[in-house]
C-alpha cells in the first residue's frame, strides 16, 4: 500500500513513496521538476543550516565569498568588527545579482545595474539619484534605505565550518550537528587550516545521487580500480558508519588491518588489478597523520574527507532537477611546514574532477540519470545489510543511505505507507 504526499509532481501526477520507507527510492524523485522545487523550499530555504564555506576563506575583515544555498546564490562576508554575515545575492531594487565575483576583499558591494550599494552586513547604504536632479525625479520622502537591505540569513560556524539558514528560528548549529558527528569535526578541525585551492565540476545529475554515492562504503571497492588496488581503502577493512540520531548525517570509516584477505577481490573483481603499479609512487608516501580515512556528509550538502593526508570539503550544489555543481575545498593546517603543504598537494590528485580514487563517482551518477528519467513506476533496491536503519560495523552495508532517504523522506512530507 503507498500513501500520497499532499502536493503533486511534474504536470499534476500524484507522486507517493513506497511503503519499505528508505529501502525504496522513486526514481521520480531524481527527475521531477516539482519535486526539486519543493526541496528549494523544505531543504535549502527550510529550518536548516547549509554549509556556505570556511572561516579561512573569508579570514580578514572586507572578505567575501560568494556560494549558492541549494539555487539560490548567496553571499558570506567578514564586517569590519570580525563577524560573519550571509545574505541573498540579489539587489533589493531590481532584483540584479551584487556580487559576480567568486571571492575578494572589499569595503561595499555595489550593483552595476543601478549602482546600490551595501555594506559588508548587507545594509543599503547608497541610492544614486535618492532625490532626482534638479529637484525632478528621484524617490519620495518616505523612502526608507533600512528597509531596502539584501535579504539576510542566519549565520552560525562551527570549527571553522560557516553555515547559513534562511530560517531565523533553526535550532542551534550544534544541536543539528549531534554530538556523534561533532566528535569527528573536532578530530579535524583541530588546529587553524589554511586553505589550498579548488577545484569545480558540474555533473548532468541530480544532486542526491552523488549523496547516495558518498554514503555508500561499499562502491568505492567495486567501482575505483585505485582504491582496490592500492588499499588506499577496501571493503575489506576494519570500519563502519555512525550515524547522528536522526540519520540524516553521517561517518564513513575504515583502517588497514595488519593481514588482510584479499581472496575476494582476487577472485575475479574487475577492479582489483594485482599488476598494476604507479609511474609516481610518490603520491602515496605521505606522513603519519591519521589512522585511516573517513568520509562525514553534513544534510544536505557537505561532505568532509580525510583520505590519507589529503583533507578537503565538498559541496553539492544543485542546479536543476538533472544538474548539479560540486565544488572541493582543500586544506591543510596553519603550522603544516613545506614538506606537508606539498605532500597535501600532491595527493589532491586523488580526489576532485580527474581524482584517481574519484573520477568515475560523477559518472555513475549520470548513466543513473540518463537511465532513470521518466520513469514513474520504478524504484531502487537498498537492502545490501538489511533494511534497519542503525549505525554497523561493517563497510558492506547501505545503511546511510537508507536513513538519509528517510530523513529527506519525512522532511519533504513523502510519508510512507502502511
Not at 37 to 43: N, R
Request: net charge negative.
Amino acid at each position: 500500500m503507498q500513501t500520497q504526499h499532499n502536493g503533486n509532481g511534474s504536470n499534476g501526477t500524484s507522486f507517493s513513496w513506497p511503503a519499505e520507507g528508505g529501502a525504496r527510492v522513486p526514481y521520480q524523485v531524481f527527475y521531477d521538476p516539482d519535486i526539486y522545487a519543493q526541496e528549494q523550499d523544505k531543504l535549502f530555504r527550510g529550518p536548516i543550516w547549509n554549509y556556505v564555506g570556511l572561516e579561512a576563506e573569508v579570514a580578514q575583515p572586507g572578505d567575501f565569498k560568494s556560494t549558492f544555498i541549494g539555487d539560490t546564490p548567496v553571499v558570506v562576508t567578514r564586517d569590519k568588527a570580525g563577524g560573519l554575515n550571509a545574505f541573498v545575492n540579489r539587489c533589493a531594487h531590481r532584483g540584479a545579482m551584487v556580487c559576480r565575483e567568486l571571492s575578494g576583499n572589499r569595503p561595499t558591494h555595489t550593483c552595476i545595474y543601478h549602482q546600490w550599494s551595501y555594506d559588508l552586513k548587507g545594509n543599503l547604504t547608497g541610492v544614486p539619484f535618492k532625490k532626482g536632479i534638479g529637484g525632478v525625479g528621484g524617490y519620495g520622502e518616505d523612502f526608507d534605505r533600512s528597509k531596502h537591505g539584501l535579504h539576510k540569513l542566519r549565520v552560525a560556524a562551527y570549527r571553522g565550518l560557516i553555515f547559513a539558514s534562511f530560517n531565523p528560528d533553526v535550532e542551534p548549529l550544534e544541536d543539528y550537528l549531534s554530538p556523534p558527528m561533532r566528535e569527528w569535526l573536532d578530530r579535524l578541525f583541530n588546529r587553524p587550516i589554511q586553505v589550498l585551492g579548488h577545484t569545480r565540476q558540474w555533473v548532468n545529475a541530480n544532486w542526491k545521487l552523488y549523496f547516495e554515492n558518498v554514503k555508500d562504503p561499499y562502491h568505492a571497492s567495486l567501482l575505483h580500480v585505485f582504491h582496490a588496488t592500492f588499499g588506499l581503502y577496501r571493503s575489506s577493512q576494519q570500519g563502519g558508519v555512525i550515524m547522528d540520531t536522526h540519520s540524516r548525517h553521517d561517518v564513513l570509516h575504515a583502517k588497514p588491518q595488519a593481514e588482510e584477505d584479499l581472496s575476494t577481490y582476487e577472485s575475479g573483481l574487475h577492479s582489483y588489478q594485482k599488476g598494476y603499479q604507479l609511474a609516481d609512487p610518490s603520491v602515496l608516501k605521505g606522513r603519519p597523520e591519521f589512522e585511516g580515512l573517513f568520509i562525514q556528509t553534513i544534510f544536505p550538502c557537505l561532505i568532509v574527507q580525510q583520505i590519507a593526508n589529503t583533507l578537503a570539503v565538498r559541496q553539492v550544489l544543485p542546479k536543476a532537477p538533472d544538474r548539479f555543481e560540486l565544488i572541493f575545498t582543500y586544506f591543510g593546517y596553519e603550522d603544516d611546514d613545506e614538506e606537508m603543504r606539498e605532500i597535501r598537494l600532491k595527493q589532491a590528485n586523488l580526489v576532485g574532477p580527474a581524482g584517481l580514487i574519484s573520477m568515475e563517482d560523477g559518472y555513475a551518477a549520470e548513466i543513473v540519470q540518463q537511465s532513470v528519467t521518466g520513469d514513474r513506476s520504478a524504484t531502487s533496491f537498498v537492502e545490501m545489510g538489511g533494511t534497519e536503519v542503525a549505525d554497523e560495523q561493517s563497510l558492506i552495508t547501505e545503511t546511510a543511505i537508507r536513513g538519509f532517504w528517510g530523513y529527506y523522506r519525512d522532511t519533504m512530507g513523502f510519508h510512507a505507507g502502511a
